[in-house]
């Protein structure tokens, strides 16, 4: 399903490389994301999953410069559109991420958008001030036309932060990340408080943006809303992409035993979750951290696997789904 109307020099792409975060806490080194690599391109949409706390929204805070002070971000992440110089976004000067990149070139739709909205505005006023910021004539047709996009109606948009539900909220984040018609778009939970009518809604916006050339990087618990909108899957655990292979393969022929779990878990497959809990990301061990809780863990396991589409000394060959 990938859109590939432009030459292969020119595909815009967003090019993560051995990115890795560590926080800094009393006593601890929280070690949030590491080594991941991956793309997303021009016309894709990838989709981020994995059990809470695995470092979903960390690496999409990496991704936009917005970590706080006690992060040490490592690695590259580099963004290359339409033949133009590529920016490199670790290390960027904040200058650069905050006239270039934030709004412009990637959207981020943050979890928990409510904390983001200011209180004393409109969500009206919010979204002319944001596409005035972001160069945006702000016509009232593209207001109505953004708002109508993300599922919110006109009288919806003369609320006040405190009179919207989660819903809203989330709808407005939506809004405001699609505002300066960004290359990429990050949403991280972009379906939080939604019912599903409006869950369909956000993801074929999503899906019709990628289609009309441009990324998503989609993180999500939703894997109804991943299997209707992303092309390939990445699955993240303790930190690091243990998989990442085609929305098919994960959905049909999951070869990662978490992966596989994270699926079983679904109540309209086997119901069955996964025993266990995460490692702590202070206390990481040496080699595959899902080992113990791995039933064809081996002495193997004991050293990190390659991801070679699937981080796993022992993947699974046919694994009965559906
Ligand atoms: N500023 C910080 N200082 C220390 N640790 C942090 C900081 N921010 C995040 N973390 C830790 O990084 C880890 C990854 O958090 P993250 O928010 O990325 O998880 P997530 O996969 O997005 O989870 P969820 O699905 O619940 O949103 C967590 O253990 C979290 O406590
Ligand atoms: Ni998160």
Known sequence: MSHTSTSPEAVSRLRVDGLSVRFQIPGAVVRAVTDARFEVRQGECLALVGESGCGKSVMAH?????????????????L??????????????EDVLARRVRGRMIGLVPQSPATHLTPVRTARAQLAETLRELGNPAGSDDLADLARRVGLRPADLDLYPHQLSGGMAQRVANALAL??????????????GLDRPLVETTMSELRRLTDEGR???LITHDLRATEQVADRVAVMYAGRIVSLTSADEFFTRPR???AAGLLDALPSRRFT???????????LPDGCAFRPRCDRATAACERIPELNEVACHHPLEHHAVR
């Open 62 to 78: 990496a991704l936009l410069g917005l970590l706080p002070a006690n992060a040490e971000v490592t690695g590259a992440v580099r």
């Open 80 to 93: 290359e559109t339409g033949g133009a110089e590529p920016v490199d976004l670790v290390g960027a000067p």
């Open 179 to 192: 505002a300066g018609d960004p290359w990429l778009i990050v949403a991280d939970e972009p379906t939080t």
């Open 215 to 217: 990324a998503v990087l």
């Open 256 to 258: 990662h035993p978490y």
């Open 273 to 283: 979750a996964i025993p266990g809990h995460p490692p702590e990301l202070t206390l």
